[in-house]
């Protein structure tokens, strides 16, 4: 007890104050120890107790321990690191809980930046993982699952979102999706062109270019060189089927509206690369690592008070 | 079919005659101005200037290949790399028009080129036509097509007037280029004409004529004389005179008279105009050499002129006595015996677009509704209706595979391999010119070789 109690500093008070006969006082203090001494405490659990955010503080540190020990076990059987000769083995995609699920599991509203850093976290995790299962130790695996188990979104819900009612293929064999990039949007139906079956044996038997497949695309009803001007527009509404190696195997109509021609071939190339999601299973990755399925979201940016443009300033005066 | 009268200039010209009749009109009215103050001198000589020293030293003609033309000053960048070697292209010559060779790039043969380069060529492909390696062209199912059509009138067919018709950037004048380099070295005589918007352009001088009613241009007519002598001088040396014509002037020229002959005449500006009608209307009516007019940019002939009367009226392109000559031949006016008058409209010329009476009168794919309320010229529109259209299609395959190949060895292809072929193909939709356009101003790199 390094501070004196209130009890003592009292009755040093009592004793230095001049003393009155007062036989006759009725006053009675209560007992020193039973009201000024502080309730009993208990020792805190752990050490992020006295932090703003304790569970968050709490959860991170598990996930980095049984990270480290993860890794610990994996660099004593010598498989990690992996030397930088060998690929790195691409874990499957890993699909996290929202961000709003997240900030309530870890008892703090997650700004961007510390969303971005605990999902690093989490992945590095699921990469070790998978590293731990191609390596066949089962329980370093195993030990990593638990800590991931709660952070992981349930299965169902992605399967669900896989199927959903406008990604399919109609029963005419179009896929239909909607590009936006700027001020346009566009629509788009995809069909499979008939002229493109199996031409790896046709080609065998009569000959190169006898008749390649060609794709026919028809934006707002005009041949696409009608409507595009410019050839790197063009270029831009094909990129979707160059990057698969689909050139040829596909029609496309589409409509666009708004914006302007580069806006409108933007859109356009978005949605053909939505529709060939849609078409094919297996050209997913090679467009998401593309860029093409992402919508680009720069605008225009507004004009700003006390500047002619939203960056250009009025030159600088100086008196 | 009944033939369409010659329309006259007579009443659009009223007040022209009028003036034209007084006692010192051997001039006609100006017209292009500086033209006439060159001819007199009077332009003051631009200052002799200081030849600047420059860094670039421009290449010397190419000497190999038949192109690589000397005043060509503007330094292109295919030129800073030694001329292809296109030998192994088949030469265009009338054997080498058939079906195996379709899809072929081709080479013109350096002697037809220069002959036809006496009318002068479209300047629209002057980018292959003065490009280092030569004039080339790619054989097409058209090509052949135009070649059995002349080879049909010179055995005995009645003859034609076609006009190409077909969307931009189609190929259909160097479809014409082909069709003429093919009468050049088949026998016939040609008249190729590259830009009939000079006719009507107000370009060349131009004086009213109260005899034919019409407007006559003679510098042109002397024009025309002069490079279709210097082209077809031996089959016009074999044609003469069918009966005695008479001259502005008064002389008259005999029957019989050698047509090199009565063509040196049409040196003379003053009775040139009556020259070349007479020269025209000669090889339309004798049949042992088949005559071509080819004309691109025919549009004009079917519109309004540039020109106008002294009571600033509007000339129409009959009313002007080159354009009138060949409207004669298309309506059967003249008699034209053994021969084609081969037409083509260009999308080329902003100033003279198709008109609606040109769309009515060919049945052209417009933008713009026809109905019975557009008005429509009726000469034009008579005249216009008289040809037969042929229209040029797409590329096929073969033929874009050609042209790929064509545009790789002359080296203005940015495209190279299988993806860049397909990717340009399907870009331009099948059209020619964007095709073309496409694989010199792709920017998508060639994948890497693994």
Redesign the interface.
Known sequence: MSVASSSSLRALRLASAPRFARAASTYQPSSSSSVDAPPPRARPASPSFFTGKPTYHDSLASLQSSLKSAQTSLRAAHVYPLPSSLPMPQPPRASWVSSSALSTMLGTQLRTNTHREVVELLNELHAVRHLADLAGMADVASSVDSALERYERPEKVEAGKRSGEGSRVDELGRAYAMGRRKESSARVWMIANPKATGSLDVAETLGFASELPISEVLVNHLPLSAHFVRPCDRETVLRPLRITGLLGAYNIFALARGGGTTGQAGAVALAVARALAILREDVGDVLRSDGALMRDTRMVERKKTGKPKARKAYTWVKR | MSLLPRPSAARAAAAAAAAATAPSSSRGFATSSLLLAAAKGKAPKAPAKKKASSFAKKPPAAKSGSGGRASDITLRYVEARPPPDLGDFVRFHPESLIPSNIGRPSTFPRQTIEQLRTFGLPRKLSKDLDSPGGPTSVVRQCTLDMAQRLDGIKSGKKAAKWVLAGEKGSGRSTLLLQTASYALESGWIVLYVPHASEWINSSSPYRYSPSTSTFHQPALASKLLGQLLSVNANALSSVTLPKSVQLEDGREVSQGTNLAEVAKMGRNEDVAVGVLDAVIGALAQQSEHPLLVAIDEAQTLFSRSAYRTPDNEPVESYHLSTPLLFLDLIAGRKPFTSGAILTSLSNSVPSYPFTPTLSSALSLPTTEPLTPYTPLEGVHHAHASLLEKIDVDGL???EA?GLFELAARKGWSRATGD?GF??S???????TG?FA??LS????AAPAEL
């Open positions: 096929s395959t073969a595979k993806e397909i990717a193909l399907i870009a331009a939709g099948g059209n964007e356009r496409g101003r792709t920017l998508v």
